[in-house]
């Protein structure tokens, strides 16, 4: 069961973060750092709160050093006692549930609008969480190897896509840097550090790693490739559409994809492949979440994973058809963003420092 | 066995209601009006409108605009497209027109008179009349289509000088509107007189930052079109307020640096012969200065070209000086042209479409700032220099 | 005091509406019931799915559907095959010859082609007799390594008193092997069913009395055919050399071919009632233990009472039968077993088919073709993408044109939208059926291309697709663009190198036809990732089936999309584990 070539390499690790980070977020990203910070000087924010983010997971790393082979739902026992790990248990399931939750109802809305409008949501979402059932189903090799196959098809179509809106690029719009001063960009941080939301999954992906004294550089390798994708996205859209022009649109980077046409090259229209590769990506973290919440349940109830995962799927649509509208669904996307910030930005910190004071968990070999 | 039997039915039948509702979405493609250009009007109801409401077809609107749709192609029953592969008689598009006061409504009105929806997937040009636009501002016009999830923000906006229906009307047969209109703008490339192409997300953009913008126009005659000209609009209201002719335009495509392609015509001493230059590449440069309280900009032309065409008769060789002469002589029309739309910017428009308020945006952000609130009617007050330089790199393919 | 009575009376009130209202949005919060029933088929669907998976796989194992059968399997025990069933079992053969030849003549004796030599061996006055099978006899080999060494040299003097007065048995026997047969092959059957087995195959039994049991000498002669370039894996360069039916041929072959002293063969006979030689060969110091190991278990585990092709042994012994993704290759051509062996896989040979089996076989295998190897490196890489890019196009394609014409038309270009809005007028059906009328006869139209005769085969098959396609654009069934994507589909599937992938990518096609149908293009991204989910959770024989393509790797990656350079591909494939992964040894 534990043979050695069954375990995550360090690249699959990394393709888990990275699958994970990119997520419904792409879309809105622009819209919702612009709308902070006012300025188009948002792109210095994301690669400040890149580098932050990248602190506190090497805090996280460390915390899952000193106990290896165990996820998180197993070792806050030893840390903090059985009542608060309980407890922190199930607010770390009730999160993974709400961010697929959150994650299906995005995809749902974007592919009801743009590609299939008469159909029913539950009929997008019902086949979409079946897949995702069959999938995680096979355990997390299966799906670390479906995410090294799903990742360089993404960037590299994506980079693609990207560049090839270059014609409507003009430089003007993202000047002045730092026109405004430094404020903006502080201003910024916030809604950039919620785009991160993802590299938390090494409380789990740690415990399977063959390697895991490389967890650090899965880790900042799976920080690094979103952190590009997204400056190259905010300097892309920003740059084509103006911060004027992309306040009022709902979905900005897919509106950028819309606002071209190359006539000649095979396909005029381009939105279709950032669909495809989106709906990609919304899968790769749906299941991730799907299968986190499942792992967390089995190993706090100490039983076994699969009726889990059957008895999470409708959990998880009910809680996705909750919010009424478009401004609900935002709502609830900040709301788990805020919360993750604090459950793990400073979670880990303080269990770090409480293992060390109580001297639990050993210190990595 | 029959337990089984009995579980299997029941599943089975709960499957197949999931799919008796069919497939939901799909629409196949020949099913559906594509319509490729749109127009809107000031309201006037056309015959058939009038009838069927005399017939009681009416429902409770104000006749605000009339809106035009281009549909392509033109179906044509089936012997004679197997009949006649070269040249297709008659038109190759329709044109429906339908007048209300709410364009959502109206498009779904054409649902009723068509036996195929309309899809906007494929729109290219929307062309508005500049008298539609005195009255409602791009902003209220414009609104349906920045929503609608069908039209794609790539689309194109004209303004047209007569009705938008007559721009998009065309006696050539097998041409259709929308597409030749596109296909004029795409020629930018080969003239300066003619505005970079408007796409509506970038008219999003600048409609929200509250400038005043420019659109291209067009003027229809004898069922031909030509572009001559643009519409300004109020960055406030965003209603028309104006347009500039050819010549103006000209002068602005100096100063904005878009002239990179193109021909500018003078008359060289001594007496008066035609010369043209043609513009291989140009470099403009706004500076704005800062002195205190005081704002001024500075603008510094440089262009490459060649010498196309000289009229002189008897023909008078390319020397040095004569080339120097010519520069010279080109630099004055420019400045001349240049000087035209300056003086329309700021005294008989009061607006400012050529991006001075940019470079102001970007080198003094602060200054930018306080400015900005009317800065339309603050840079009439703003002193403009500007100097044009020319380079003739060499007079084509024959020495003389 | 009453004040402050109101004040919390106030104060409670207030509570109680807050509480109320908070109840009251909470509640407006929660679904309809809808939802609700559609998350209990959410919640349902996988419950079935599971149960329906592990009852088919469980019937899959006992062999049958019905739960009798199952049980009266599980109840029997596994009787053990020592002993002989059937006819004239188990009995055995005595050295009276006189006694012997009459159990013979009366059971398998009957048998009309079996013939019947009776001789004394010259010497001696023991009588002996060859007992052989008119159609596979050797006549050559028998007339002059058996009859001519027994009866006309027969017994030298000083010798003769072993055959008069044999101490055992057994001193009979020795004498008899080591000094009077001159063949290669010799073997014993103790027993009569042994021995008619052994001659209804083609072995040639010598009876001799004192001698307590039957001497099989020579083998069958059977005829063969020569060794000719295989049909189904025609390549423009490389050994033009094809496996036969005879085992013994084919291990000769690979032995010449790529054997040094460390090739191993080993073999099995598998079959209940029709026994037939199975060789398992691997290169011992490049092959992993555990997949040697685990192959000859599986071969041991076969049930069936003939093979009748190396097919029968493919499916029994394959991962998983319920994929639509072969698990095992199987090829014709010496070359291919060879450089398979070197990579550290084994192979697997049957009496009776050309077709030899490789194991573990993977993703990147299937589109794979030797000639990749034995042109250059250049050639070899285009060659290779340009097979990927035709199976992209032949899984996809129809799947993609049937979500573009029926869901998204605003995501084609804008004049390709028009042309087919003009042509597809008139046409009756949706994109779905016309795509599955054109596919259905065109998979009818290759079938029956199969069992033309030579010369009308290909002529027929051009014929047939330019003809049909035609007119059915002109009778208005099918728009023309559709023949077009149907034409380049057909053409991508043929590029497949292995006949037995092009097969899967046409089942899938279909497949992914009907997921376009009901959502679009949604649909053709759901069903990649389904395939896409099925192919990681295969695995044969402990390889995970997308090796090389996952995990990263980039020595695998050299042999996968690309091919490199030749001097480049030092190791031998991780996925396999071998022994010795350094090729240039």
Redesign the interface.
């Known amino acids: 069961m534990n043979r050695k070539?069954d375990q995550l390499?360090t690249?699959?690790a990394a393709a888990f973060i990275i699958n994970y980070m990119l997520g419904a977020g792409i879309l809105t990203l622009p819209r919702t750092t612009v709308t902070a910070a006012g300025t188009p000087d948002v792109w210095i924010s994301i690669l400040l709160s890149g580098l932050l983010v990248m602190l506190m997971g090497i805090i996280l790393v460390t915390l899952c050093r000193r106990f290896p082979g165990k996820t998180v739902f197993q070792f806050t026992e030893e840390i903090t006692g059985k009542w608060i790990a309980y407890v922190l248990g199930v607010i770390i399931i009730a999160y993974f549930l709400t961010i697929s939750a959150f994650e299906i109802r995005v995809m749902a809305d974007v592919?009801g609008?743009?590609?299939?409008?008469?159909?029913?949501v539950?009929?997008?979402v019902?086949?979409?969480?079946?897949?995702g059932?069959?999938?995680i189903?096979?355990g997390v090799?299966?799906?670390?190897?479906?995410y090294?196959?799903?990742l360089p098809i993404t960037l590299i179509l994506f980079v693609l896509a990207i560049f090839l809106s270059s014609d409507?690029f003009e430089i003007?719009n993202l000047?002045?840097v730092l026109?405004?001063g430094i404020m903006p960009v502080i201003k910024g941080l916030k809604p950039t550090t919620l785009a991160y939301t993802g590299y938390e999954i090494m409380f789990i992906v740690m415990a399977f790693m063959r390697n895991p004294e490389k967890g650090k550089k899965a880790m900042v390798w799976g920080i690094l490739i979103p952190m590009g994708i997204y400056f190259i996205t905010l300097v892309m859209v920003i740059g084509?559409?103006?911060i004027?022009?992309?306040?009022?649109?709902t979905w900005p980077t897919l509106?950028?994809m819309?606002?071209?046409?190359i006539?000649g090259l095979v396909?005029?229209?381009f939105?279709?492949l950032l669909?495809?590769i989106w709906?990609?990506q919304i899968?790769s973290t749906f299941t991730i979440t799907h299968y986190a919440a499942s792992l967390g349940c089995s190993q706090l109830f100490k039983k076994k994973m699969?009726p889990f995962?059957?008895?999470l799927?409708?959990?998880i649509?009910?809680i996705a058809?909750?919010p009424?509208n478009a401004n609900d669904t935002f709502k609830l996307g900040d709301a788990v963003g805020y919360v993750s910030i604090y459950l793990f930005g400073i979670g880990p910190l303080l269990l770090l420092l409480l293992s060390m004071i109580r001297k639990k968990g050993g210190k990595y070999n | 066995m029959s337990r089984f039997r009995r579980q299997f039915t029941i599943l089975f039948t709960l499957l197949l209601l999931v799919f008796t509702s069919g497939c939901w979405s799909s629409k196949e493609i020949e099913d559906l009006s594509v319509y490729v250009g749109l127009g809107l009007d000031v309201a006037e109801e056309s015959k058939f409108e009038k009838s069927i409401n005399a017939q009681g077809g009416h429902y409770p609107k104000n006749n605000n605009f009339t809106t035009t749709v281009q549909i392509v192609p033109r179906i044509a029953p089936k012997q004679e497209t197997q009949k006649s592969t070269g040249a297709s008689e008659g038109q190759a598009f329709l044109n429906e027109r339908l007048t209300g006061d709410s364009l959502f409504q109206v498009f779904r009105q054409f649902a009723l008179r068509r036996d195929r929806p309309l899809i906007g997937h494929h729109l290219k040009v929307i062309v508005v009349s500049h008298e539609l636009t005195k009255k409602y501002s791009l902003e209220q016009l414009l609104d349906f289509i920045l929503r609608d999830n069908d039209i794609r923000p790539s689309s194109l906006v004209l303004v047209s000088h007569g009705t938008a229906f007559e721009a998009l009307s065309s006696l050539e047969p097998g041409e259709i509107p929308a597409f030749y209109l596109k296909g004029v703008v795409a020629n930018s490339y080969r003239s300066n007189k003619i505005l970079p192409p408007v796409s509506l997300a970038k008219l999003d953009g600048k409609m929200q930052s509250g400038a005043s913008f420019l659109l291209q126009n067009v003027i229809t005659a004898e069922g031909e079109h030509k572009f001559s000209g643009a519409e300004i609009y109020k960055g406030e209201t965003k209603k028309w307020i104006g347009s500039f002719n050819q010549i103006e335009l000209e002068g602005l495509s100096w100063i904005t640096g878009e002239a990179q392609e193109g021909a500018v015509k003078s008359y060289a001493p001594p007496n008066g012969h035609t010369v043209t230059y043609e513009i291989k590449s140009t470099k403009s440069k706004i500076t704005p200065i800062i002195q205190g309280d005081n704002i001024s900009f500075h603008v510094k032309i440089e262009s490459e070209g060649q010498l196309m065409e000289d009229w002189s008769a008897p023909e008078i060789p390319s020397t040095d000086k004569y080339i120097q002469e010519l520069e010279v002589k080109f630099a004055d029309t420019i400045k001349e042209q240049i000087h035209q739309v300056m003086g329309k910017m700021q005294n008989t428009y009061r607006v400012e479409v050529a991006g001075f308020g940019e470079q102001l945006r970007i080198k003094y952000p602060k200054v930018w700032k306080k400015v900005k609130e009317n800065w339309d009617e603050t840079f009439s007050q703003i002193p403009v220099t500007y100097d044009v330089k020319l380079n003739i790199k060499d007079s084509g393919s024959s020495t003389d | 005091m009453s004040n402050q009575g109101n004040n919390t009376q106030c104060y409670q009130e207030s509570l109680d509406n807050g509480v109320s209202r908070m109840w009251a949005k909470i509640l407006s919060y929660l679904p309809e019931w809808p939802i609700w029933g559609q998350a209990f088929l959410l919640f349902l669907i996988p419950i079935l799915y599971m149960k329906g998976y592990q009852w088919l796989r469980s019937s899959l194992k006992k062999g049958t559907f019905s739960n009798k059968d199952q049980q009266n399997q599980d109840a029997s025990t596994n009787s053990s095959s020592n002993g002989e069933s059937g006819n004239y079992a188990n009995i055995r053969l005595t050295g009276d010859y006189a006694k012997d030849l009459i159990s013979v003549k009366a059971t398998f004796g009957q048998n009309s082609d079996v013939r019947i030599r009776e001789f004394t061996i010259t010497g001696t006055n023991t009588p002996a007799a060859v007992i052989f099978v008119e159609g596979l006899v050797d006549h050559d080999r028998l007339d002059t390594h058996i009859f001519t060494p027994l009866m006309i040299r027969g017994v030298p003097d000083t010798e003769r008193a072993i055959f008069e007065e044999p101490r055992d048995e057994n001193e009979l026997k020795a004498y008899v092997k080591s000094s009077l047969l001159p063949v290669g092959e010799l073997q014993e059957a103790e027993t009569l069913q042994q021995a008619a087995q052994a001659v209804l195959t083609g072995k040639n039994a010598l009876f001799i009395e004192g001698v307590a049991s039957a001497l099989l000498v020579g083998s069958a002669k059977g005829k063969s055919r020569s060794l000719e370039e295989p049909v189904s894996e025609a390549l423009l360069r490389g050994p033009r050399i094809g496996f036969t039916e005879r085992l013994s041929d084919n291990t000769g072959i690979l032995r010449q071919f790529g054997g040094n002293n460390e090739l191993f063969m080993t073999k099995h006979q598998v079959g209940a009632r029709v026994k037939r030689d199975l060789v398992i060969a691997y290169i011992a110091d490049i092959a992993n233990v555990d997949l040697v190991t685990e192959v000859e278990r599986r071969v041991q585990n076969l049930d069936m009472d003939i093979m009748l092709e190396s097919g029968y042994v493919e499916q029994l012994i394959e991962d998983d039968e319920l994929s639509p993704f072969q698990q095992i290759q199987n090829t014709e051509r010496p070359d291919r077993v060879v450089s398979g062996l070197l990579e550290g896989r084994v192979a697997i040979l049957l009496d009776g088919t050309p077709f030899a089996l490789i194991v573990p076989s993977t993703f990147s295998m299937l589109l794979q073709s030797p000639e990749d190897y034995y042109e250059r490196w250049i050639p070899g890489t285009f060659l290779r993408m340009l097979r990927f890019l035709a199976a992209t196009i032949a899984l996809l394609a129809p799947a993609l044109y049937i979500s573009f014409i029926s869901f998204h038309p605003g995501l084609i270009p804008t004049k390709l939208a028009l042309t087919i809005i003009q042509t597809r007028q008139g046409v009756p059906f949706p994109s779905v059926i016309e795509a599955l009328i054109m596919e259905t006869s065109i998979e009818i139209l290759r079938e029956a291309g199969i069992r033309l005769p030579k010369p009308i085969g290909p002529a027929m098959g051009i014929v047939g697709g330019l003809i049909i396609g035609d007119a059915a654009v002109q009778a208005g069934i099918v728009s023309p663009f559709l023949v077009i994507v149907v034409a380049v589909t057909a053409i991508s599937s043929f590029s497949i190198p292995t006949y037995s992938a092009g097969i899967t990518l046409r089942i899938l096609r279909f497949v992914g036809m009907f997921s376009a149908a009901i959502y679009g293009l949604f649909g053709v991204v759901m069903f990649f990732l389904l395939l896409c989910s099925h192919l990681v959770r295969l695995k044969s024989f402990g390889v995970p089936y997308v090796t090389p393509a996952v995990p990263y790797s980039l020595s695998d990656w050299k042999d996968f999309f690309i091919r490199a350079p030749l001097g480049m591909m030092r190791k031998r494939p991780s996925m396999m584990h071998p022994k010795d992964p350094d090729r240039k040894k």
């Open positions: 070539q390499t690249v699959q592919t609008l743009y590609l299939l409008e008469g159909t029913p539950w009929a997008i019902m086949v979409f969480m079946w897949i059932f069959y999938l189903s096979g090799n299966s799906m670390a190897r479906l090294e196959i799903i409507l003007n000047r002045p026109g405004e084509s559409l103006s004027e022009g992309m306040k009022t649109r509106d950028l819309r606002s071209f046409e006539e396909f005029e229209r939105e279709s669909l495809v709906i990609m899968f699969l995962m059957i008895i799927l409708p959990i649509y009910i058809m909750i009424e």
